[in-house]
């Protein structure tokens, strides 16, 4: 079956992403399998979601830039060149002073009960404001996508709306991933008041059934349902171990998942996200596009770090053409064809 076309999505096939949100230092305890309390050393890299979903689509052959803020300082400028290092554009990326800092991961790459503490004090992203959304030219974008995390404080929630006001002016598709983390938001009301509005002026909506739930009375998958109901646009609802549902205007796309050795939880969703949308962008249909995304997500999972680990489209590729996959949706007519 043919999926009906999503026009406000068009536009990512201009394959240039602007992306909203944090950009942070990752440190894991090394060797791969310490605990953090029994580590001797750790390793650093770029993580944090805005910069990972824009290293996956850069991995992969899309045009990608942040939109965030660092501190000014030394950690600050390890991210800035991290970003330039992975060829992600970091021309929106400002340095703020006084006591705004870089968030910090700590992330152990285990997969029995890893831990992760995330370090979000005076967080330097949500120091993001309207003056630097009002400098962009959007025009020069396909594609803005939205971290959720951005939208937790003051000045950086106002300043992502403005960016969603003059991105939908411009005519780019407007992608949100709800990547809801606790820390920032003043209540459980403000979440789901907050996230449901961004949700509503999206033409992209990625969650999973805990994001989803945030949005309104119902369960995840009925809320992701109502959000797909006026066929306005594309709802994908992560179900994780087992897989996602796409809600696309003609239909409903399960999917599962590949499975891997996976040495940690962190970084799935950025790299899934990434991987969608760059293979949207080359041409392939939603249902392969969404397995390819769950096939970096696998792969990313697999590797230590995030933004390290997202594998480039040649060992994308490789991976797909080695590994049995998922079992297709029996639903499902026919198989997606790599793009001419």
């Known amino acids: 079956m043919t999926d009906a076309p999503i026009p406000a999505l068009a536009r990512l096939r201009d394959n240039r992403f602007l992306v909203i949100g944090r950009a942070g230092i990752d440190l894991s305890p090394d060797p791969p399998g310490s605990r953090t309390e029994a580590a001797l050393r750790f390793t650093a890299c770029l993580g944090g979601s805005g910069a990972n979903i824009a290293v996956a689509l850069a991995?992969?052959?899309?045009?990608?830039?942040?939109?965030?803020?660092?501190?000014?300082?030394a950690v600050g400028r390890f991210v800035l060149n991290e970003l330039d290092r992975y060829g992600v554009g970091r021309g929106h990326v400002a340095r703020v002073g006084d006591a705004a800092r870089t968030s910090l991961a700590l992330t152990e790459t285990r997969s029995d009960d890893p831990q992760s503490v995330l370090y979000r004090?005076?967080?330097?992203?949500?120091?993001l404001g309207i003056d630097a959304v009002a400098a962009v030219d959007f025009a020069r974008y396909g594609?803005?996508?939205?971290?959720?995390?951005?939208l937790a404080a003051e000045p950086s929630r106002g300043a992502?709306?403005?960016?969603?006001e003059q991105a939908r002016g411009a005519g780019l598709s407007l992608v949100f991933d709800i990547d809801h983390r606790r820390d920032g938001w003043a209540s459980a009301a403000e979440t789901s008041?907050?996230?449901?509005r961004a949700a509503s002026l999206s033409d992209m909506v990625v969650g999973s059934e805990d994001e989803?739930?945030?949005?309104?009375?119902?369960?995840?998958l009925a809320e992701a349902r109502a959000l797909a109901r006026d066929g306005t646009r594309i709802v994908v609802y992560k179900m994780g171990a087992t897989g996602a549902v796409?809600?696309?205007?003609?239909?409903?796309?399960?999917?599962?998942?590949?499975?891997?050795?996976?040495?940690?939880?962190?970084?799935?969703?950025?790299?899934?996200?990434?991987g969608l949308l760059a293979s949207l962008a080359a041409g392939f249909d939603l249902r392969e596009a969404v397995l390819r995304g769950s096939a970096c997500a696998a792969i990313v999972v697999s590797r230590v770090g995030c933004a390290p680990a997202v594998p480039s489209i040649a060992e994308l590729d490789r991976f797909l053409a080695t590994h049995p996959g998922p079992r297709p949706d029996p639903q499902e007519a026919g198989h997606a064809q790599r793009p001419a």
């Open 59 to 73: 991995r992969l052959g899309a045009t990608a830039e942040l939109l965030s803020c660092v501190a000014d300082d």
């Open 121 to 127: 004090n005076g967080a330097a992203d949500f120091q």
């Open 143 to 150: 594609a803005l996508v939205i971290s959720g995390t951005a």
């Open 160 to 164: 992502v709306f403005r960016a969603l």
């Open 193 to 196: 008041e907050v996230c449901a």
């Open 212 to 220: 989803f739930a945030l949005l309104g009375p119902g369960d995840g």
């Open 246 to 274: 796409t809600l696309a205007p003609s239909r409903e796309i399960r999917t599962g998942i590949y499975p891997v050795r996976a040495l940690k939880p962190t970084g799935a969703g950025d790299g899934f996200l990434g």
